[in-house]
């Protein structure tokens, strides 16, 4: 069948609506479930005609998961700009520079990332509980921004890598500094990758669990965390879970929505050699 004709571009079309919707249903449904009152929530047959309600966002209100969404954002932010700005330029030395036992110590970086992360979170339970940080902000920033600056560095060292070093010698040719190559050559070619990696680093930060869970306890619970408080010896509240679950979304859509450019770009950087 010829693709260019109006029945080829018909099949095209929806078979792409037949898979967005695939797997959009979920997301969908889990929409509709915010606004179903819980007498309509396990009806049968089901009820896709209802009166909305508005009580499960009372409920996950009064129950404080806006101050979680908060924390989740702010711990998300912060961990990752300094995972940017240590990062950055760890990822450029290992890219350019030579240095004793470099893959040594790469490789260390790398394993740090691959270990499961229950093998982390009590070493870092003990040192925490030493050295006070333990159920405090600065604590678990500190901790994301460690299992995340090891995935960061490994990612951006393969895109500093397909940079092309002739930039660089130039600008030492006409007399710049190293720093002065690094923030007016490097850094500026390095956009697309650094924002796609962070981003991948925010999200990595946005669901995380097992690290707030045990060092952020209940004075810095994140969303995940704050989760579990939806099963009560009632059962599940069904609503107010669609209602936290459609709400952790958004932020992670609205980054890679306003971001998506800058994404794509980094993600694909060095893909095509000429």
């Not at 036992?101 to 499961?116: C, E, G, H, T």
Request: with cysteine.
């Amino acid at each position: 069948m010829n693709n260019s004709t109006p029945l080829g571009t018909f099949f095209r079309t929806a078979i792409a609506v037949i898979c967005a919707l695939t797997i959009l249903f979920p997301v969908i449904w889990m929409v509709s479930m915010m606004f179903k009152p819980a007498d309509v929530m396990f009806a049968r047959p089901t009820q896709f005609f209802f009166s909305p309600t508005l009580a499960n966002f009372d409920y996950v209100i009064a129950q404080g998961f806006l101050s979680n969404l908060v924390t989740s954002l702010l711990l998300g932010v912060i961990s990752t700009a300094m995972v940017v700005v240590i990062g950055t330029p760890a990822a450029y030395a290992f890219a350019r520079f030579e240095m004793k036992k470099k893959d040594d110590l790469f490789l260390f970086i790398l394993a740090s990332r691959m270990a499961p992360p229950v093998c982390l979170v009590i070493p870092f339970y003990l040192i925490y509980a030493k050295i006070g940080l333990l159920d405090t902000f600065v604590g678990l920033s500190l901790a994301y921004m460690t299992f995340n600056l090891s995935f960061y560095v490994w990612v951006l060292r393969s895109f500093c890598r397909d940079l092309p070093v002739e930039l660089e010698e130039a600008a030492i040719l006409e007399g710049w500094s190293k720093p002065q190559v690094f923030w007016r050559v490097v850094f500026p070619l390095l956009r697309n990758g650094i924002v796609a990696t962070s981003v991948l680093c925010f999200i990595f930060a946005w669901n995380e669990f097992l690290f707030a869970f045990m060092l952020g306890g209940s004075s810095v619970q994140t969303l995940p965390v704050a989760i579990p408080k939806l099963i009560t010896a009632q059962g599940v509240r069904w609503g107010e879970v669609a209602v936290v679950g459609v709400v952790s979304l958004a932020p992670v859509l609205a980054v890679v929505v306003l971001l998506q450019r800058h994404i794509v770009r980094g993600l694909t950087m060095g893909a095509v050699k000429g």
